[in-house]
């Protein structure tokens, strides 16, 4: 099962041929249909619709389709309904400048505040009688299954390089947790050593006056202690736990952002406590490069649905 980003974007277009209305001439412009589709990463899914005023009614049905496909991002869909014809700017009619006129007298003898019309909104609303009361039932909803198909294969194909480059971050840090291991016992081995030197001097400076039985025994209780203070065994353990199942959810794919954002933060925490235990420098090293890695894992796994 693939793994899949919340990052992507798609897009599409149809083309018609405008129908020309009553009285307007034949030639009338190509009608084009665009949809985008932009995704980020989201906790939950959050859809956002900007579309032109004759696409309205489309919206509940874009967010079923949407919402039966994708399960996690922040998903914004736009449309538009554009003329390609080689002159972007309609001319308005004769006919529309004198019903606009009348409608702006007619308005502004009842409301004197109002704003007259500007060369914008003329243009605006003969683009849209020029366009017509288009029905665009046939066309939105093939066309957004287009778009989503080619949002769903955008995200997969960034969710499968997110997935290998988790897959590799987890190989790294299986390398660094076997080069933690072997540290443990020979740092114990180093301190009991070093603690016995100390008794021995212990005893040399003494004259007898403290048994060397009782002097010892605190020598070796030290070293135990010190052994047990430092042990990172278990963390060690725990964190080879949390890398097979991250590997394993990987590996299986599917909705896995959630539970691998868990144990990123499971993993954060052994590599804090093995830091934290560190009584040597090559430990020390190995606990940063090891939440380095955690970190930039932690990043990419948010874009994860």
Do not use: C
Not at 40 to 63: A, I, K
Not at 196 to 209: N, S
Not at 249 to 273: C, M, S, V
């Amino acid at each position: 099962m693939p793994v899949y980003s919340m990052t992507g974007y798609a897009s599409a277009q149809h083309s018609t041929a405008n129908s020309a209305t009553e009285g307007e001439p034949k030639n009338q412009p190509t009608i084009q249909l665009g949809l985008e589709i932009r995704s980020v990463n989201s906790r939950f899914l959050d859809l956002t619709f900007r579309l032109p005023e004759d696409l309205r009614q489309f919206e509940p049905s874009l967010r079923e389709l949407l919402g039966s496909k994708l399960k996690r991002g922040k998903i914004e869909v736009r449309a538009s309904v554009e003329s390609t014809s080689s002159s972007s700017i309609p001319d308005p009619t004769p006919k529309l400048l004198q019903r606009l006129n009348a409608a702006q007298d007619s308005i502004r003898a009842w409301l004197p505040n109002a704003n007259p019309l500007s060369v914008a909104d003329v243009i605006r609303l003969a683009a849209n009688e020029q366009g017509g009361q288009r029905d665009w039932s046939a066309d939105v909803m093939p066309l957004a299954e287009k778009a989503l198909k080619e949002l769903l294969a955008a995200r997969q194909r960034e969710g499968a390089r997110l997935a290998t480059m988790l897959l590799g971050h987890i190989a790294q840090l299986r390398a660094l947790s076997e080069q933690a291991g072997p540290l443990v016992p020979k740092l114990v081995a180093q301190q009991r050593a070093r603690f016995m030197e100390r008794w021995k001097e212990a005893m040399a400076l003494t004259d007898g006056a403290t048994l060397p039985e009782a002097a010892q025994d605190r020598a070796l209780t030290e070293a135990t202690a010190f052994a047990i203070r430092i042990d990172v065994a278990e963390e060690i353990t725990r964190l080879s736990s949390h890398l097979d199942e991250l590997e394993r959810l990987i590996t299986k794919g599917g909705e896995i952002g959630k539970r691998l954002d868990f144990l990123i933060q499971e993993l954060h925490r052994e590599a804090n406590t093995m830091g934290s235990k560190s009584a040597a420098l090559e430990l020390t090293h190995i606990s940063v490069d090891m939440k380095v890695l955690i970190e930039q894992m932690r990043e990419q796994v948010q874009n994860l649905e």
